[in-house]
Protein backbone atom coordinates (compact mmCIF):
# COMPACT_ATOMS: atom_id res chain seq x y z
CA UNK A 1 0.00 0.00 0.00
CA UNK A 2 1.02 3.72 -0.35
CA UNK A 3 -0.47 6.37 2.16
CA UNK A 4 -0.41 9.71 2.13
CA UNK A 5 0.40 11.89 5.20
CA UNK A 6 -0.94 14.98 4.89
CA UNK A 7 -1.50 17.99 7.63
CA UNK A 8 -0.18 21.18 9.09
CA UNK A 9 2.39 21.36 11.37
CA UNK A 10 1.07 20.36 14.84
CA UNK A 11 -1.71 18.26 12.98
CA UNK A 12 -0.62 14.80 15.07
CA UNK A 13 1.41 13.93 11.32
CA UNK A 14 4.77 13.44 12.52
CA UNK A 15 3.37 11.45 15.39
CA UNK A 16 1.03 8.80 13.46
CA UNK A 17 4.39 8.14 11.18
CA UNK A 18 6.69 7.49 14.68
CA UNK A 19 3.52 5.23 15.34
CA UNK A 20 3.62 3.18 11.86
CA UNK A 21 7.59 2.97 12.33
CA UNK A 22 7.13 1.78 15.81
CA UNK A 23 4.55 -0.74 15.12
CA UNK A 24 6.45 -1.75 11.96
CA UNK A 25 10.31 -2.55 13.80
CA UNK A 26 8.25 -4.42 16.85
CA UNK A 27 6.43 -6.32 14.38
CA UNK A 28 9.81 -7.61 13.01
CA UNK A 29 9.70 -5.29 9.85
CA UNK A 30 12.18 -3.29 8.41
CA UNK A 31 11.69 0.66 8.01
CA UNK A 32 13.83 2.94 5.65
CA UNK A 33 13.61 6.64 6.30
CA UNK A 34 14.33 10.22 6.00
CA UNK A 35 14.79 11.21 9.59
CA UNK A 36 16.19 10.40 12.58
CA UNK A 37 14.46 7.92 15.07
CA UNK A 38 14.86 6.93 19.14
CA UNK A 39 14.78 3.34 17.86
CA UNK A 40 16.92 2.55 21.35
CA UNK A 41 13.63 3.57 22.71
CA UNK A 42 11.46 0.80 20.99
CA UNK A 43 10.93 -2.03 23.08
CA UNK A 44 10.72 -5.28 21.36
CA UNK A 45 7.59 -7.35 21.47
CA UNK A 46 7.88 -10.72 23.10
CA UNK A 47 10.36 -13.50 21.69
CA UNK A 48 9.64 -10.99 18.89
CA UNK A 49 13.09 -8.88 17.52
CA UNK A 50 12.97 -5.96 16.21
CA UNK A 51 13.38 -5.03 13.07
CA UNK A 52 16.10 -2.83 10.94
CA UNK A 53 15.89 0.45 10.64
CA UNK A 54 17.76 2.45 7.89
CA UNK A 55 18.13 6.15 8.04
CA UNK A 56 18.85 7.47 4.08
CA UNK A 57 19.22 11.14 3.46
CA UNK A 58 17.71 13.61 1.50
CA UNK A 59 20.44 13.68 -0.91
CA UNK A 60 20.92 10.20 -1.37
CA UNK A 61 17.18 10.00 -2.87
CA UNK A 62 17.82 12.82 -4.61
CA UNK A 63 21.06 10.61 -6.10
CA UNK A 64 20.19 9.78 -9.64
CA UNK A 65 23.78 9.35 -11.21
CA UNK A 66 22.50 6.52 -13.41
CA UNK A 67 19.87 8.20 -15.19
CA UNK A 68 22.22 11.69 -15.71
CA UNK A 69 25.01 9.51 -17.31
CA UNK A 70 23.40 6.98 -19.47
CA UNK A 71 26.23 5.54 -21.06
CA UNK A 72 28.08 4.95 -18.21
CA UNK A 73 28.27 1.41 -17.10
CA UNK A 74 27.83 1.73 -13.70
CA UNK A 75 28.21 -1.65 -12.85
CA UNK A 76 31.59 -2.58 -13.92
CA UNK A 77 33.30 0.16 -12.57
CA UNK A 78 31.86 1.89 -9.44
CA UNK A 79 33.72 4.40 -7.65
CA UNK A 80 32.99 6.10 -4.44
CA UNK A 81 32.24 9.42 -5.42
CA UNK A 82 29.78 8.59 -8.20
CA UNK A 83 27.41 6.43 -5.91
CA UNK A 84 24.48 4.65 -6.96
CA UNK A 85 20.76 5.88 -7.41
CA UNK A 86 18.64 5.26 -4.29
CA UNK A 87 16.10 3.53 -7.06
CA UNK A 88 18.78 0.91 -7.81
CA UNK A 89 19.39 0.76 -3.32
CA UNK A 90 15.80 0.22 -3.28
CA UNK A 91 15.08 -2.89 -5.78
CA UNK A 92 18.70 -4.45 -4.31
CA UNK A 93 17.64 -4.24 -0.75
CA UNK A 94 14.62 -6.34 -1.65
CA UNK A 95 16.28 -8.69 -4.18
CA UNK A 96 18.78 -9.54 -1.82
CA UNK A 97 17.24 -9.27 1.70
CA UNK A 98 13.28 -9.75 1.32
CA UNK A 99 11.58 -13.85 2.20
CA UNK A 100 10.70 -15.66 -1.21
CA UNK A 101 7.47 -17.64 -1.16
CA UNK A 102 7.60 -21.18 -2.57
CA UNK A 103 7.49 -19.74 -6.14
CA UNK A 104 10.46 -17.73 -5.61
CA UNK A 105 8.22 -13.93 -5.63
CA UNK A 106 9.20 -11.64 -3.03
CA UNK A 107 7.05 -12.01 -0.48
CA UNK A 108 4.41 -8.41 0.58
CA UNK A 109 4.78 -6.26 3.23
CA UNK A 110 8.91 -6.84 4.68
CA UNK A 111 9.69 -2.92 4.63
CA UNK A 112 8.19 -0.07 5.52
CA UNK A 113 9.18 2.67 3.15
CA UNK A 114 8.81 6.23 4.82
CA UNK A 115 9.61 9.85 3.33
CA UNK A 116 8.78 12.99 5.07
CA UNK A 117 8.10 15.95 3.67
CA UNK A 118 8.65 14.20 0.48
CA UNK A 119 7.74 17.60 -1.36
CA UNK A 120 11.33 18.14 -1.13
CA UNK A 121 12.14 15.19 -3.35
CA UNK A 122 8.99 15.07 -5.53
CA UNK A 123 8.19 18.65 -6.06
CA UNK A 124 5.84 20.17 -8.58
CA UNK A 125 8.92 22.40 -10.10
CA UNK A 126 11.21 19.21 -10.38
CA UNK A 127 8.45 17.29 -12.74
CA UNK A 128 10.92 17.24 -15.27
CA UNK A 129 13.93 15.05 -12.94
CA UNK A 130 15.59 12.37 -15.01
CA UNK A 131 14.56 9.77 -11.95
CA UNK A 132 10.80 11.23 -11.94
CA UNK A 133 9.75 8.51 -14.26
CA UNK A 134 11.81 5.42 -12.51
CA UNK A 135 10.02 6.61 -9.06
CA UNK A 136 7.13 6.47 -10.89
CA UNK A 137 7.75 2.93 -11.65
CA UNK A 138 8.94 1.66 -8.28
CA UNK A 139 5.99 2.89 -6.73
CA UNK A 140 3.47 1.08 -9.29
CA UNK A 141 5.84 -1.86 -8.27
CA UNK A 142 6.77 -1.55 -4.71
CA UNK A 143 4.33 -4.64 -3.46
CA UNK A 144 6.37 -6.84 -5.97
CA UNK A 145 9.36 -6.17 -4.45
CA UNK A 146 7.69 -6.77 -0.64
CA UNK A 147 7.46 -2.57 0.29
CA UNK A 148 5.07 -0.58 2.03
CA UNK A 149 5.07 3.19 1.27
CA UNK A 150 4.14 6.45 3.30
CA UNK A 151 4.75 9.27 1.83
CA UNK A 152 4.23 12.66 4.08
CA UNK A 153 3.59 16.35 3.45
CA UNK A 154 1.95 19.44 5.03
CA UNK A 155 -0.11 19.41 1.29
CA UNK A 156 -0.35 17.54 -1.32
CA UNK A 157 -0.70 19.75 -3.82
CA UNK A 158 3.07 20.82 -3.61
CA UNK A 159 3.71 16.93 -4.97
CA UNK A 160 4.27 16.31 -8.97
CA UNK A 161 0.93 15.20 -10.03
CA UNK A 162 2.62 11.59 -11.55
CA UNK A 163 3.70 10.69 -7.78
CA UNK A 164 -0.05 11.53 -6.81
CA UNK A 165 -1.18 9.69 -9.50
CA UNK A 166 -0.05 6.21 -7.90
CA UNK A 167 -1.06 6.91 -4.54
CA UNK A 168 -3.88 5.08 -3.11
CA UNK A 169 -4.83 5.88 0.46
CA UNK A 170 -4.83 9.06 1.70
CA UNK A 171 -4.96 9.96 5.85
CA UNK A 172 -5.38 13.75 6.61
CA UNK A 173 -4.44 14.99 9.99
CA UNK A 174 -6.21 17.28 12.35
CA UNK A 175 -5.24 18.66 15.68
CA UNK A 176 -8.98 18.51 17.47
CA UNK A 177 -8.25 21.51 19.28
CA UNK A 178 -8.68 23.50 15.96
CA UNK A 179 -12.09 21.79 15.21
CA UNK A 180 -14.08 24.94 16.60
CA UNK A 181 -15.60 25.16 20.47
CA UNK A 182 -16.92 21.24 20.52
CA UNK A 183 -13.21 20.13 19.31
CA UNK A 184 -11.31 22.52 21.83
CA UNK A 185 -13.19 20.85 24.89
CA UNK A 186 -13.06 17.25 23.65
CA UNK A 187 -8.89 18.37 23.20
CA UNK A 188 -8.89 19.45 27.20
CA UNK A 189 -10.85 16.60 28.72
CA UNK A 190 -8.12 14.24 26.26
CA UNK A 191 -5.47 15.78 28.61
CA UNK A 192 -4.82 18.20 25.33
CA UNK A 193 -3.83 15.40 23.47
CA UNK A 194 -6.00 14.22 21.24
CA UNK A 195 -5.57 14.01 16.84
CA UNK A 196 -8.25 13.31 14.17
CA UNK A 197 -7.04 10.80 11.08
CA UNK A 198 -9.72 10.79 8.20
CA UNK A 199 -8.56 8.70 5.94
CA UNK A 200 -10.14 8.66 2.45
CA UNK A 201 -9.50 7.12 -1.29
CA UNK A 202 -7.11 8.78 -3.24
CA UNK A 203 -8.65 8.70 -6.38
CA UNK A 204 -12.34 9.18 -5.80
CA UNK A 205 -13.18 13.19 -4.55
CA UNK A 206 -15.00 14.15 -1.89
CA UNK A 207 -17.16 12.59 0.14
CA UNK A 208 -17.34 9.44 -1.82
CA UNK A 209 -13.88 8.78 -1.05
CA UNK A 210 -13.86 8.87 2.61
CA UNK A 211 -13.45 5.73 4.30
CA UNK A 212 -13.48 6.41 8.36
CA UNK A 213 -12.36 9.08 11.01
CA UNK A 214 -10.41 7.80 14.12
CA UNK A 215 -9.08 9.74 17.30
CA UNK A 216 -5.96 8.78 18.79
CA UNK A 217 -3.41 10.40 20.86
CA UNK A 218 0.07 10.32 20.40
CA UNK A 219 1.84 11.63 23.43
CA UNK A 220 3.33 8.80 23.93
CA UNK A 221 5.31 9.15 20.89
CA UNK A 222 7.04 12.45 21.07
CA UNK A 223 9.74 10.26 22.33
CA UNK A 224 10.61 8.54 19.37
CA UNK A 225 10.43 10.75 16.64
CA UNK A 226 13.67 13.66 16.28
CA UNK A 227 11.20 16.10 15.03
CA UNK A 228 13.92 19.08 15.06
CA UNK A 229 16.33 17.17 12.67
CA UNK A 230 16.05 18.19 9.54
CA UNK A 231 18.17 18.41 6.27
CA UNK A 232 17.71 21.28 4.11
CA UNK A 233 18.71 20.04 0.44
CA UNK A 234 18.42 22.25 -2.18
CA UNK A 235 16.66 20.39 -4.88
Known amino acids: MIYMFDGVPGSGKSLHLAREVVNALRSGKNVIANFDFNVELVKPRRNKPLGRFIRVSNDELLNNYIYQHKGTDYRKAPTRDMGF???????????????????????????????????????????????????????????????????????????????????????????VKNLKTIGFILWLLAGRDLFAESESIYSIKGKAGHVNTRYTKGRKYYKYYRSTAYNFTAV
Do not use: P
Not at 106 to 135: G, M, P, S, V, Y
Open 85 to 175: SALLGLEGFARNFHERDSKGDIKEHQTLLCIDECQDIFNTRTWNRTDRLAWCSFFRMHRHLGYDCILSSQDDKVIDKQIRAVLQTRITHRN
